[in-house]
């Protein structure tokens, strides 16, 4: 048998809502030989991969861990161990990802107090404080960056205000983590989660997230056991914390990819790397509206990761995303939910946050819109 | 920057209870470019899997995919879909992972009636129906291959028996899948999972599943919402099946692999795989008894692919362990639970099962062990 894989996949310009592009030195990362998971080597290597985790959340936590799933994996665990039965519980949603926050919170058997807001919209403070002081919630979840909006939600005073009720802080950083600052320890956060494949530049299949010592308390004062076993953060903090214990064999060559990634945030620096996802979504917003195209996010809460730009009249959603990935060998995404139809989504994230990208991007609009 | 990765992990020769060694197409097809997940080139990538998935399960089941977890999510998925809270449910425990299905079966609210037999031994029909005759049961959970005992359980006429009894028959398949035939549809198994990183060759990261239609109805007749979001079939069925709807990003590159590994599979034919997993272990058992060591399962139903041996009198379980690994660049394994310091754990699976590396590994056992 050869050695060469039968399978010959054409790489993609991946401009959607992720997954992003992968540079060379992670997919290189991927295919090192696969070690067991309680080998001293890949024991050190999780050590390294929890330190480039704190990096990039910009926290202290010891609970800093990819959960072994996708970004998904990583929003139900950050729920799951939290909510015990009956417990009540706020979530905002001002997209499709706060409806999954809803979804979950519910088979988990909380009482979800659902607050919503337009799509592409973000909640106040005051917002916030409002329905908390309606009554006791064990903890309030928020979508940092609303992948089906493109909208950024503020967090400064957020923590402060919602632990003044006594709650934790939940905050979904998919597709923020990387791209934009999430600031764990500085504004507080309880929980935030993220997954592999958006700003960290890996392929999908790992959750990062990180778990405040206020939350820990929390989860050692559960009453129940937590609803899932695979997503049991107190039986994974055993294989990731210092007694290595055994729980489930870890996915070996995505935390190899993950490592790599990290590794290339930590030579970019984060604030190199916020100034370049905020530079070419600069240079996408002036393009597109040079174009004459609305985007559907204020400029006050535009998320650089990922824009959204409003399909013109006379075009059809599909036909423009088609033409693009025939013609141009490009991925854009369209909308979800009530914005489906309605916009398009441009994700500049990671390694596919590059200048060539977004030129190409707009020259391509250009000709197939005909501006 | 470097298109070198900076992580250079020494190849290892796994012959522990898996992660088992990776094929060289594996990897290459690993590092292949990542595809959007609703990409019409990932899209039919997703239907050759599961028809390689089909081929290995010896099924014509048309929801048979891979679970984005490793082989422990596919054991929460198979039981979290077909329990409701206070089914009864049937788990036979002969090892650590039937503990571990009891376990998960009473975080979805299942009233678990535990069979256990000692560790290394298997049931026989007779005792799983008198079990069934006491009352009603939803489910009977059983292992295939134990991993923590290297016994094989038998299963003909176990899905009629259950069957009879108006129940669902789930089966542990992680450690046989691809190495010793499972026959999904002959022996009338409802639900089997796996993981990629045994038998199949993969890097862990997936857990294939298959669900009968039987099964099927069980799940579309629930009263209440599946426990897990993120493993509820009736939406990732959406997924994989026509639809194609998103439910999560799956986790690209390692279907990739998947994809690549089922492919030597079909190259190398089932009934090949099978001879070759079954005359490696014939060749180390023969080897070990010649060094006068008791293997821990009677032949009957011993396992090819993971042989289990006494650890002799007078020697450290770590000691011979750490050997190996310094000096040989061999990992085998300990005991779990209750056969902890008392049995090495050997797996010949996939890529591991090879005769060279039975050979290495009895030339190193006797040196180490005088013998």
Not at 311 to 324: A, H, K
Request: charge should be neutral; glycine fraction near 10%.
């Amino acid at each position: 048998m050869s050695t060469t894989s039968r399978l010959q996949i054409p790489e993609r310009l991946l401009l959607g809502p992720g997954p992003s592009m992968v540079h060379p030195r992670v997919y290189a990362a991927l295919g090192q030989p696969v070690l067991g998971h309680l080998d001293p080597q890949f024991i050190a290597l999780m050590s390294e991969i929890q330190d480039g985790l704190r990096y990039v959340f910009q926290t202290q936590n010891q609970m800093t861990i990819p959960v072994s799933g996708t970004g998904s994996a990583g929003m139900e665990c950050a729920l799951c161990n939290f909510i015990e039965p009956g417990d009540s519980v706020i979530v905002g949603v001002i997209g499709y990802f706060g409806t999954r926050m809803v979804d979950m919170a519910g088979r988990y058997g909380a009482t979800v107090r659902r607050l919503d807001k337009p799509w592409g919209d973000v909640f106040t403070l005051e917002e916030i404080e409002a329905e908390l002081k309606k009554g006791p919630a064990k903890l309030v979840a928020l979508v940092h960056a609303e992948t089906s909006t493109g909208a950024l939600q503020p967090l400064e005073g957020m923590a402060d205000l919602v632990h003044r009720y006594g709650a934790l802080l939940i905050t979904d950083c998919v597709t923020s983590l990387g791209g934009v600052p999430v600031k764990v320890d500085e504004r507080g956060i309880d929980v935030a989660f993220s997954g592999t494949q958006k700003c960290i530049g890996a392929p999908p299949g790992l959750a990062p997230i990180t778990v405040s010592e206020r939350a820990r308390e929390v989860l050692r004062n559960r009453k129940t056991p937590v609803g899932s076993w695979y997503l049991d953060l107190t039986a994974i903090e055993k294989y990731w914390g210092n007694a290595r214990t055994y729980h489930h064999t870890a996915p070996i060559s995505m935390n190899y990819g993950l490592y790599e990634a990290l590794q290339l945030v930590r030579e970019e620096g984060l604030e190199a790397r916020f100034a370049r996802h905020r530079r070419h979504a600069e240079m996408l917003w002036a393009g597109l509206e040079d174009m004459d195209l609305a985007l559907h996010v204020p400029p006050a809460h535009r998320l650089p990761c990922l824009t959204t730009v409003r399909i013109p009249e006379g075009f059809s959603d599909t036909e423009v995303r088609g033409r693009l990935l025939r013609e141009y060998n490009i991925e854009i995404s369209g909308g979800f939910g009530e914005l489906a139809g309605k916009i398009w989504r441009i994700g500049l994230m990671g390694y596919s946050s590059r200048q060539e990208n977004v030129e190409l991007l707009l020259s391509a609009l250009k000709t197939i819109l005909g501006r």
